[in-house]
């Protein structure tokens, strides 16, 4: 995978987690900064094992439990998984 593919993989990333705050929150997507804990979107532990689940299913590999609650942002989420999607490639 090239850099600009890993940034661009990144970006989708950060776009489907974004929308499934939205979703989750009835927020507007505008409203979700990236950099910002979950837990101030109000998404607990029940969220974020139903969000970890519907990722798993979009993004192709088993995503820990504790990646949503460990990397708290939707930023430090997506760069993480995506690292991970890139070394898979390597």
């Given at each position: 995978m090239t850099?600009?593919?890993s940034e661009?993989?990144?970006?989708e990333i950060r776009d489907w987690l974004i929308a499934a705050v939205?979703?989750?929150t009835r927020l507007h997507?505008?409203?979700i900064q990236i950099d910002e804990p979950l837990y101030r979107y109000g998404i607990d532990?029940?969220?974020?094992v139903n969000i970890t689940y519907q990722l798993?299913?979009?993004?192709?590999f088993e995503v820990d439990e504790s990646t949503?609650?460990?990397?708290e942002s939707i930023d430090d989420v997506a760069t993480h998984l995506a690292s991970i999607e890139f070394a898979s490639k390597r």
């Open positions: 850099t600009s593919a661009q993989r990144l970006t939205a979703e989750r997507r505008a409203e532990s029940l969220e974020r798993e299913r979009w993004i192709g949503l609650a460990d990397l």
